[in-house]
């Protein structure tokens, strides 16, 4: 049987790239294997499969009874396909906190580190087959270190992260800083996007003090694009969070060059979130929160009502 590998919903270039480096190695290692997704892939992840020569895997809905799975950057059933205990998960490979929840039909191999990228654990975990890999994977591999890293902006940075990229980059004549650019600059394009798409497009759901939230950020180069559309996201932002079965949706705007998130208030439950959250005082519709980049190590772990 094939086994699928695939990540997280609302799928970033880390849940897309690292199935199709999984799958590159399960299959040189004589396992035949297949990527999947979860839903349609942000625009940096777009881009980067189309650089690195790849087409986007299937987007599947759910799993099969029994199909054996890999699953790659998230080990929350929250963020997996609705039969995920029914399916044969052999495998998880995931640099987030332990959620729970998952029942496996059997032991497994869980590998889950304190890194800021599943495809920087898979170099780890290749071991002498990682001198194999083609310039395609080590394309998709630097890009999704580069992405989670935030071009190692982000405090979720580690030094084997940042010396892993820096090698694949070398390996490839990359210049780090000028490819980044361009995957950032394709992140920022979300004209094609709804409001409703954005709230969802990288987001989380957490729960606080019996309080639901779906955390959603958007990381851009060109902050001002998000902001215009304020007024209209705010509005969605009900209708978003009683379709998800959410108390409500919170979201920051991550500007990558000048290290810091905005966080749009809609109401007195985001203004009070904010204050308790964040050290600080809210005076409109929106406030600014200096050197947030990380919604895994600075928003989330925060978080109070």
């Known amino acids: 049987m094939t086994t699928l590998v695939f990540g997280h919903k609302a799928p970033d270039t880390d849940s897309t790239g690292s199935p199709l480096i999984w799958e590159w190695f399960l299959d040189h290692t004589g396992i035949p294997a297949k990527a999947a997704l979860l839903g349609t892939p942000n625009t940096e992840a777009a881009f980067v499969a ?17 199909q054996k799975c890999v699953v790659v950057d998230t080990n929350n059933p ?22 729970g929840g998952l029942e496996t039909k059997g032991p497994i191999n869980i590998t889950i580190r304190p890194l800021a990228c599943t495809a920087t654990i898979m ?5 002498d087959h990682a001198s194999h890999m083609p310039d395609g ?32 980059a070398k390996d490839l004549k990359i210049d780090i800083d000028a490819y980044a650019t361009e995957m950032f600059d394709a992140k920022s394009d979300i004209s094609a996007f709804s409001d409703a798409e954005l709230l969802r497009m990288d987001s989380k759901e957490y729960e606080v003090g019996g309080t639901k939230f779906r955390v959603s950020v ?4 060109s902050p001002k694009i998000v902001l215009d ?41 985001t203004k009070a979130v904010a204050e ?6 809210v005076a409109g519709d929106s406030v600014v929160l200096p050197g947030i980049m990380s919604r895994k190590k600075q928003i989330i772990p925060n978080l109070k009502v």
């Open 123 to 127: 170099h780890q975990m290749m071991g």
């Open 218 to 221: 958007l990381e851009t180069t």
């Open 276 to 281: 308790a959250s964040f050290a600080v005082k």
């Open 137 to 168: 994977i080590k394309g998709l591999m630097l890009s999704c270190i580069l992405s989670d890293t935030l071009a190692f902006r982000s405090p979720t940075t580690t030094p084997m992260d940042q010396e892993l990229a820096q090698s694949l």
């Open 50 to 66: 189309k650089r690195w020569g790849f087409d986007l895997p299937a987007v599947i809905a759910d799993v099969d009874t029994d």
């Open 229 to 269: 559309r304020k007024a209209s996201l705010m509005a969605t932002m009900p209708t978003v969070a009683a379709e998800d079965g959410v108390d409500q949706v919170l979201l920051f705007v991550v500007d990558i060059l000048n290290e810091e998130a905005t966080m749009l208030i809609p109401n007195d439950l």
């Open 78 to 99: 929250a963020e997996l396909p609705a039969s995920i205990n029914n399916a044969n998960v052999i495998a998880i490979i995931d640099h987030h906190r332990l959620a």
